[in-house]
């Protein structure tokens, strides 16, 4: 057996293991006979550990060789949290403060040595109860903003993004997840589908719909092909670390250079699927001012983003696309305004595109939200559920003719009331 | 000075260096005394030397580290070699014969030791002297379709694509090349540009055409972004060279994963600036026929890829996208009729624009065609170009609304004999 050969921490033999680890020590205090270390790993994939010593506390998170809620049947590359380290790295150069800062990355053992967010929760846990964060829409607004611009040809030197492109573009069963989870099982009979009684005949009429079915792949096929920036690729409520004051984005081991547009439909999407949720959730009270805040969040969200996109174009447009010596330099403003416009008209269709998609497989594939899933009555649901099906089937078919979020709006209402079927 | 360093090959050295390589005394006669070897690389970028043996003849095709059209203060990475031979090798199993065979490469000395063509001649300086070729259209638009078609998702393994896709990213300097001289020069005055005299009013009101830029500027973006197949990258008439009865593609080193439509579109500009430069070679008799010769070779390439790809569509179909459990499973033939239409016509649409940035690039920028260039009457000259300007304006500018090739060519007759402005 190699020296440096993988293998699993476990609580007992963390402290034996990393208590070398001079970043570590520096952190948290040298003894690592005072660590009290807990392993809190809730996700599908990864340990993670709590680890407290005498000067302070750091997350340890370590890939596993496979899918852990699966088991190893499942068998999923440890090079998943290099993936990781090196999105994390960017994310931090291109969106200051905004993921955990990393202390130590060991590639050999997949583990990354993080900074311990407190009193931090999981966004998506603190929608479902209730709670109205005010500062999520503009944080994640100017976080995708940041990324997406200036990890794309607007910004890097067009030989750094292709060196860039061509190490992610090594994350292959990550991005083969997504390609079959997210945007063909959904659609078909696979294996692992599940789905909330109740649903299946508009499951049944979802699958024979070819409008839909077409359109899905198209979206898959803009997610294989479109490399043009690196996006987070999972940046989904449970990806977000919240306090009222703070928000972090965490966990982007499916990163990969992709559509612009990803991330946001992905964002948004789970928005939507909390505000069609938040009626299963009312024993504990209305959730009118709720959904109110969620279809806020969403449209402060997108305006958050569109804006600071647009500031960035106006002063930060260095890389080879839409090169400003064809505009500014003759002092063409409008046609530099003309092409932002198409640009950003792209990336509202195409996030209408993702964010359908994703709420589909949420629904009808492998991995589920605790938004719909910690609805205990059955019924009440599948009728969430279902009202989220029709909206994500909507934005897909019909993503190039819808112009506003007003409408969105009226439409996401109309289909939580009954109001349309 | 490393025992295997770049050196570049002379008429006088290269029996000395390349004698001892098992592969050409095969091929042409092991007594390198007895070689005849003549330099005849025409092109702006290699070396090229016929060498000729008692037993045979090949081809050896050496990249210089610099532009030889230049001079060594424009550097040019011999890797360029290693992706044509790469490129070489992938176009020869996904369509069989149509590229020359590979003898030999040495990647240190970026030299390609290849199948020697005779008779055949370069397609562009047939077209000039007015000759009709009945197999290019068939024979280019089955490469076109079989290359495009199984280097993409739709064919190939992802993690097989993937990993091309690394390969192929590295060839920044020559994807950097296209992406200036092609996409953006052209529409300012760029330091490197020329154009004929006579053209100066339309050449400013192109470059201060804000429709145009903007939309030329989007096709860069496609262009630079969408990896979607492994494309030849520089398929022009100079590239392919034919007898009656044998076509074959050359010269792949601008090779990478990028838009299905750049290929074709490239091709059909260059057809329709032979096309336009027609009246200018009319000194030696009408040209009529090799006119009407032109518009059909454009109109049954189109049709043959468009028919091949989707005859690969329906029987090779064994990629992830538009997956045949999604489709087939269900014999929902329609669902599959539907994507299979999208995807054509967004290539149709992509290649217009492609095709009309390809022809603006040739009469405006750095790199002239000798379609025009051999047009010895300068007014004459800038006649044939500014029909050809008006024309590819068009085509970039109403992509998306053109429908059929029949419209093209009444809209390429009428800029001919000038009855359009």
């Known amino acids: 057996m190699k020296e440096n050969a993988f293998e699993a921490l476990t609580v007992e033999t963390l402290p034996g293991r990393l208590g070398p680890v001079a970043a570590i020590a520096e952190r948290i205090g ?33 890939a596993l060789p496979y899918v852990r809620l699966v088991g190893d049947s499942w068998p999923l590359p440890l090079k998943r949290s290099f993936f990781e380290y090196h999105a994390l790295s960017r994310q931090a150069e291109r969106a200051p403060g905004t993921v955990p800062a990393i202390h130590h990355f060991d590639e050999a053992q997949a583990l990354i040595v993080m900074e311990f967010l407190s009193p931090h929760i999981i966004l998506r846990r603190a929608l479902i ?62 294996p692992m589908n599940r789905h909330t009684p109740g649903l299946e005949a508009l499951v049944k009429e979802l699958r024979a719909d070819r409008d839909l079915k077409v359109e899905a792949q198209r979206m898959k096929h803009q997610f294989a092909t479109r490399a043009e920036t690196l996006v987070h690729g999972d940046l989904h409520s449970g990806s977000v670390m919240v306090t009222d004051t703070e928000t972090r984005v965490i966990d982007p081991e499916f990163a990969f250079y ?35 805040y969620l279809l806020g969040v969403i449209d402060e969200t997108w305006n958050t983003f569109r804006n600071e996109f647009a500031r960035l174009w106006h002063t930060e447009r260095k890389g080879m696309l839409y090169d400003a010596a064809l505009y500014e330099a003759r ?24 964010a359908g998609v994703e709420m589909h ?61």
């Not at 809730?42 to 750091?58: A, Q, S």
């Not at 403003?333 to 269709?349: C, K, R």
Request: aromatic share 8%.
């Open 30 to 62: 040298a003894d690592s006979n005072l660590w009290k270390v807990r392993e809190v790993g809730d996700g599908n994939l990864n340990l993670v550990f709590i680890v407290e010593g005498e000067k302070g506390t750091v997350i340890v998170k370590q």
């Open 129 to 190: 109860e209730g709670r109205r964060l005010p500062k999520i829409a503009r944080d994640l607004g100017l976080f995708m903003a940041h990324t997406l611009f200036r990890g794309s040809d607007l910004s890097m030197k067009a030989s750094e993004r292709k060196a860039d492109l061509a190490l992610f573009a090594d994350n292959v069963e990550l991005c083969d997840i997504t390609e079959s989870l997210v945007f063909t099982d959904p659609y078909f009979e696979a």
């Open 258 to 292: 992709g559509p612009m547009a990803f991330d946001v439909g992905m964002l948004l999407a789970n928005y939507w699927m909390s505000f069609f949720s938040q009626r299963g959730h009312e024993s504990a009270g209305s959730r009118e001012e709720m959904r109110a």
């Open 331 to 354: 002092n063409d403003g409008l046609a530099s305004e003309q092409a932002l416009n198409h640009v950003i008209h792209d990336i509202w269709t195409d996030m209408l595109g993702f």
């Open 361 to 421: 497989r949420r629904i009808l594939g492998l991995a589920h939200n605790a938004d719909f899933e910690d609805i205990a009555d059955e019924a009440q649901r599948a009728s969430c559920e279902a009202a989220a099906l029709k909206f994500g089937r909507h934005i897909i078919v019909n993503r190039n003719k819808i112009q506003s979020l007003a409408e969105l709006d009226m439409l996401a209402q109309a289909l939580d009331q009954g109001k349309l079927s």
